[in-house]
């Protein structure tokens, strides 16, 4: 067995702990990943606290994970010892089904191995990023470019290609209108990832206290969503909205800020419904999808994306006594714009 220290939720909402836990040794397919630095994601929040319904506790959270390669099993071609990688949501999936082939594995017939929280096939328990060490199969994890820091990188092994999938499938680039909704972890990459492409962003934000953040993000416009009225002036307005807000929203209003024909993305995983009412649809035919984070080569591509066009997180990095406090402070939209810890603060 490979141990490592590692942060611990023990049951739901409880404080973290700092515990030594196991992982496998390593099969022929695996590398040995020391942590650098590992992003807080709203949806680590979701599941330590239960929001989505039952999880598996004891619980090592962390889908944002970047660091450096410590050791490779025997068959392992992709990785060396000393690269830099990073490893997102999943950490294994069936590799033989349509959508793997297709390297869509969020998507896999069989169920992909989500990165914690879940099981492997063999039934193992999965520990996420919170750690110092993690041991993940080659087939999941994706190269770093020199050029970003492991630290501003981390955020976007989710909060990136989360956002990254919708706005590639939606043909975001030049010309288009393009309409965050929540300036949080995957808001401000939604518009930093938008602006590199080419697209005109506007940020959708609850009050006037990001204003000046969205502008040095990329975004050209800016309307503080607490005013009816400002909403109003905005129907019609956007080709593809992106919602990343992280609880209840009045969806159907921000249906009708789409042009004839456009789409609003939801991202935002709160456990609560959404209420609309099929005219809010059928109007302007417009469309109201889903996106669920994004396939191993849609995220190297994203990696490299970034670095060609100098684009890392905007981070506050914190020690792993902070973590119950970050938590708070992300549910009040108070971070800019992503948490990352640095897990040698870990004893
Ligand atoms: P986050 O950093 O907390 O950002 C969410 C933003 O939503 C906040 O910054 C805030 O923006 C806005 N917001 C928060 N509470 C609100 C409220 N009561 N009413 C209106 N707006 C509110 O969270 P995140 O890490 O970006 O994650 C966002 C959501 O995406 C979470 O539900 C998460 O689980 C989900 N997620 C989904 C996927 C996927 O694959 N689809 C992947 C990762 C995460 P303002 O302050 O600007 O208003
Ligand atoms: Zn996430």
Wanted: include cysteine; aromatic fraction near 6%; proline fraction near 5%.
């Amino acid at each position: 067995m490979t141990t490592t220290r590692a942060l611990v939720a023990p049951s739901a909402g409880a404080p973290f702990e700092t515990r030594t836990v196991e992982h496998r040794e390593l099969r022929d397919d695996d590398i040995l990943i020391d942590i650098a630095f590992a992003g807080i994601c709203h949806s680590d929040i979701h599941q330590v606290r239960e929001e989505w319904g039952p999880a598996i506790f004891p619980m090592v959270p962390g889908h944002e994970i970047a660091g450096t390669v410590a050791a490779v099993g025997a068959g392992v071609t992709g990785h060396q010892v000393g690269d830099r990688v990073g490893v997102g949501c999943m950490v294994d999936s069936c590799g033989e089904c349509e959508y793997c082939k297709d390297g869509e594995e969020q998507f896999c017939t069989k169920g992909a191995v989500m990165t914690y929280n879940g099981r492997g096939y063999d039934g193992e328990e999965t520990k996420g990023g919170y750690a110092k060490r993690v041991v993940v199969s080659e087939r999941f994890a994706v190269r770093i470019p020199e050029g970003i820091g492991l630290d501003e990188a981390a955020p976007l092994l989710c909060a990136g290609i989360t956002t990254w999938t919708p706005l590639r499938r939606y043909g975001v680039g030049p010309g288009s209108k393009v309409a965050v909704v929540g300036l949080g972890g995957l808001g401000h990459m939604a518009v930093k990832l938008a602006a590199a492409l080419g697209a005109d962003v506007t940020v959708l934000s609850r009050t006037e206290a990001k204003r000046e953040d969205a502008r040095e993000l990329g975004a050209t416009s800016y309307a503080a969503t607490g005013d009816p009225a400002v909403l109003k002036g905005l129907r019609n307005s956007f080709d593809v909205i992106v919602n990343t807000v992280s609880a209840d929203l009045p969806i159907r209003t921000y249906l009708g800020l789409l042009k004839p024909m456009g789409t609003l993305v939801n991202v935002g995983l709160p456990p609560s419904a959404f209420e609309v009412p099929p005219g809010a649809l059928v109007g302007g035919s417009r469309a109201l999808a889903g996106s669920n984070i994004g396939g191993i080569p849609a995220t190297q591509e994203m990696l490299d994306f970034c670095a060609e066009h100098g684009i890392g997180a905007t981070i506050e990095t914190i020690s792993a006594d902070e973590v119950d406090a970050a938590y708070d402070r992300v549910v009040a939209g108070d971070v800019h714009y992503r948490v990352v810890i640095d897990t040698s603060t870990l004893s």
